[in-house]
């Protein structure tokens, strides 16, 4: 390969296929449906609405993924959110408190998978599967087996039908700052310098086990962050919220660009594999297809999303 | 002025002894040598002193002052440093990157100084690289072996900073081709002039003689000897080495030979076509390979690194795409690879002997453990493996056990023909002899074998004949009489 060649694929940013991607399954939608519908802006707020929480989780996902690791829990961390501030409310808490209870709980549970991780080199696959059941559980526990009605107390302006909804603005500069952590900071080198090789970063001096505890209680707390955004829309605790949301997660992050096997991941690449999940579900549902179809279509983007990764992937080690 | 003194350190592992009260003493300004067979516990010795490992006990000094490292980070602020034999650069990120992996320049919030960053990489590289050899955006996963060496040369003396006074090379030309090799220890050599002390770990006596100025050899967790290797016989540094097994080896070496009768009477034009290249191409290398493997022969292949000699063997066996040509093989028994990469590809560590000994795509739908235990004794006791027992991880065996496990599964397969990459790769003398014997005595019972080696002693000594591997194009074979390792050299680098 020539040099130009090799610097070409280089500099080829990891999250150009996905948003080639996003814009060609937009293009269809706004192709296919009646009278183009899909391309206006009431559509297009709905979906950066319902984006919110799919994208925050992704965030702190890529930084899980890029060290090499996985997090299930994320769906049920969510569920537990939304229960704790339902109940802090209801318990005639001031959202504020509310709020920064939740997260903390959150974080605290991201802490705990992270000294599992990191300190007694437990696998991440199997402390989050524990961790998913037991945080469902509780959720369960904590709501008595029911939904928790409340007064939301301004809450559920988070993610009011305008442009002003304080959470896509909240989403998108957390989007930033992630985007800057993992970029721009000695963290985020070390992140992906622990993803790459483990052992070549301790080597380096570099506390991997730190690193690792550090990215899952941020992983949990912008999960706790994305769990009060779903309260926001659902306006009550639901225990049983959420079930399934860590794997759109997953997936949003590997259609972003981002091996499971570690090393690499974008931040925009993520964000617009959440937009592209969220285009096809709304589009699906605009266009009254059945829930199937979309289940299909974005397990085919998936695949499509790894094979042409793998085949860059190929052509650029040959 | 003592860099680097370690006093009666001692250390096991478990009932192991590893380390039985070792001294050393590295000066400034001096290329150090370590030798030793595999486990004599130069590579324990070394982790501790890199702080990887804690000495169960005795003391060491740099620069005079109390030296006990409880991590990498702390040696590399007293100004110790490492280059471990295997490559340890994040292959995602770039060399910049890996230069400063864990020393980055940043300021308030962590946040990156980019330009302080390329400072200091260019500054540490100018030491190992001059300028402009390497290109410091290039992934270093992307890079040829030899510069990802200099890469964690540079990496180590950025790390140790101003400070550093100690750089530990392990096995640092076990990979690297001579023109390479002789070009790290140009490089090692001005860092020596500029008051550095270099240990140097190696299994290479000639790298020693050449670019060492001093050595202390281990054996059996102990020093059996030291002085300069400019002075001191080859025949007394491999004595201490080996101690009194060399007699034995060498006899036994010596009875193989004879019994497998080899030299001269290489199978004729009658014995049984095994394998057939006809002008076979891979995607990048090799380029063009035709050769004739016979029943009862070994074929050596030369070749500089680089040249395509793993390539040409993964080509062989189909493990690589061979783009044109063709592949003929007629052995009833078919192929098996002996992996120069054993942690890699050729092993299993986390599993046992006796698995890694039995993995084969034959064999019986239902496996019974204990046939599999009592195989795994059997291979253990025939290439006298030292273990604890069949049941023992392979990772947790030396680096001459672990390739007479690799070894025995091929025996174990009864392959007829043998492709052996870099068998004695990191391996000590007295298992290399046992290996390259293995060879000649499985030849003898009729099986194919080309082999592949950067030691062109071991070629020329074991094989009936060698082809030369030149930038991907194999030219024909010549009788192995007729080859020394001058002329495989200059043929090879020409």
Redesign the interface.
Known sequence: MSALASLRTMRRPAWLGPFVALLVVYTIFAIITPEHSFLRSQIFLTMARQSVVLAICALGMTLVIVTGGIDLSTGSLVALTTVVVAKMLKGGSSPVVAVATAVAVATAVGAFVGVCVGRFRLMPFVVTLGTMAVLRGSAIGLASEQKIDCDPRGLDHLLEASLSAPGIWIALALAALVAIVLGYTRFGRHVFAVGSNEAAARLCGIDAGRVKILVYAISSLLAGIAGVMEFSTLTVGDPTDSVGLELDVIAAVVIGGAPLAGGEGSVLGSVFGALLIIVIRTGAVHMGMPSWVQYIVTGVIIFVAVAVDSARRRRTRS | MNALVVSAIEKSFGPVDVLRGVDLEVHGSEVHAVLGENGAGKSTLMRIVLGLEHADRGTMTVGGKPYAPR???DA?RAGVVMV?QER??????DVI??IV????P?GP????REKDAVAVATRALALVAGEGRIPI???AG?MSVADQQLVEIA?ALA?GGESARVLVLDEPTASLGKSDADRLFERVRALKESGLAVVLVTHFLGDVRDHADRYTVLRDGKVQGSGDPKTAPPEQIVHEMLGRELESVRGEADAAKGGAGYRGEAPGGGAETLLELRTVAG??KPRAASLTLKRGEILGIAGLVGSGRTELLRAILGLDRVKSGEVVVTAPRGMGLLSEDRGGEGLMLGRSIAENIALSPRGPLFVNPSHTRADGARWISELSVRSSGPDQRVGDLSGGNQQKVQIARLLREDFDVLLVDEPTRGIDVASKAQVLDLLRELAGKGKGIILVSSQLDELVSTCDRIAVLRRGELSASRPATEWDEEKLLLEAAS
């Open positions: 991590n990498p980070a590399r471990p340890t650069l994040c292959p995602h990120l990157e890996n992996l864990g020393i980055e940043s919030l962590g946040v990156l955006r290039a992934r992307a990496r790390q995607v990048a």
